[in-house]
């Protein structure tokens, strides 16, 4: 068990060396293809071995958590393949986590709806501010384009896509006209 934490370390490792070395998107892959592949299928042989002892019974929490990592290793290991996926959702669970430190305060959104739409809301403001965009000026050109935007096309309002396309100018709102 310990000697696979420690391969778990080299890979996090492995993500460290690239982020402080600001490698671009083909350097990173050939760096987790040569160092990183290796130890992610060792991990994963270790793993298949693991679930096949006779004397790991299914309620026990390896056998739990071998399970979940042989029902989810395609995707375990998707951030082998594409140099814009990390390693691990932390970044993101951290940045969601006001979702449900907020949970007491919704309780009187008046319906189900309300706190799904509030729940909406900060999970668009928290994809905002992942993105690097100013949740305002994003919001604001959203609703102002929405109505002028193919229903087709919406995935362009994406925060993501937003950014792309239209952060450049984006439309402002009648308050900031005024201001200037």
């Known amino acids: 068990m310990a000697q696979t934490l420690e391969q778990i370390g080299v890979l996090y490792a492995v993500e460290r060396e690239i982020r402080g070395r600001e490698l671009d998107a083909e350097q990173v892959l050939k760096l987790r293809t040569t160092k990183s592949h290796p130890i992610a299928e060792a991990f994963f042989a270790w793993c298949h071995e693991q679930r096949s002892r006779t004397d790991l019974v299914n309620s026990n929490p390896l056998a739990r958590a071998l399970t979940y990592v042989a029902n989810h290793q395609e995707h375990l290991k998707g951030y082998l393949g ?16 006001v979702i449900p430190m907020g949970r007491k305060n919704w309780m009187f959104c008046w319906s189900e709806v309300g706190a799904e739409q509030v729940g909406v809301n900060q999970s668009l403001l928290t994809t905002c501010r992942l993105q690097g965009i100013d949740p305002y000026t994003c919001l604001v050109d959203v609703l102002q384009r929405v109505d002028l935007h193919a229903a087709s096309e919406v995935a362009e309002l994406t925060p993501r ?14 308050l900031a006209l005024l201001r200037q």
Request: net charge negative; aromatic share 10%; proline share 10%.
């Open 82 to 97: 594409d140099p814009d996926v990390p390693i691990d959702t932390n970044h993101l669970e951290r940045a969601l986590r």
């Open 161 to 174: 896509v937003w950014k792309e396309k239209f952060a450049e100018d984006p439309f402002q709102s009648d």
